[in-house]
């Protein structure tokens, strides 16, 4: 035979309807339903962040574009700057396996504080993208190769080989 309940009794609770506001706290009014806050994805052009999924260099880390000159191997790049300066990229040990870079490509690059001429490669645009920003006016001249370039995707003809 089970023994006494160990819990201590519940209070009972008089209903809501039959509770009267007292008059030194007033009775608690709705607030209107505000919206779910929206995830805010990085949509801002000014403050660097991104456009959409695409993002821009952030001025604020020193960020910023650059074309990829010269392959030199081992993860190494030469790059020329937005500022017209020419640094050797290096491709961070997380990337190296999955960004693959080829001459003319369109870069993100931080470069180092305590070497002038070294910077580190952070994102790649591929050719659509680039072409993208280039149309948006996104890109600084210095580093504008793809204005008034337009991307034909390549289409097999249905005839037969010769």
């Known amino acids: 035979m089970p023994g006494p309940d160990p819990r201590p009794p519940e209070p009972s609770v008089p209903p809501a309807s039959s509770v009267a506001p007292s008059p ?6 709705e607030a209107p339903e505000t919206p779910p806050p929206t995830p805010e994805g990085p949509v ?6 991104g456009i959409g999924r695409l ?3 952030r001025k604020d880390r020193g960020e910023v574009y650059a074309i990829a000159n010269q ?3 081992a993860a190494r790049i030469r790059v020329m700057c937005e500022d017209s300066v020419s640094r050797m990229g ?3 040990g997380k990337l190296k396996k999955k960004m693959w870079i080829r001459e003319g490509d369109l870069l993100v690059v931080r470069p180092w504080g305590f070497q002038e001429g070294k910077a580190d490669i952070l994102f790649r645009y591929s050719r659509t993208q680039a072409a993208y920003l280039s149309r948006r006016h996104l890109l600084p001249a210095s580093v504008d190769l793809f204005a008034g370039e337009v991307i034909v995707p390549e289409t097999r003809s249905k005839g037969r080989r010769r």
């Open 90 to 92: 290096r491709i961070t």
């Open 44 to 49: 801002a052009v000014d403050g660097g962040e």
């Open 55 to 57: 993002p821009l260099p």
């Open 24 to 29: 030194e706290r007033p009775a608690e009014e």
């Open 71 to 73: 392959l030199l191997g």
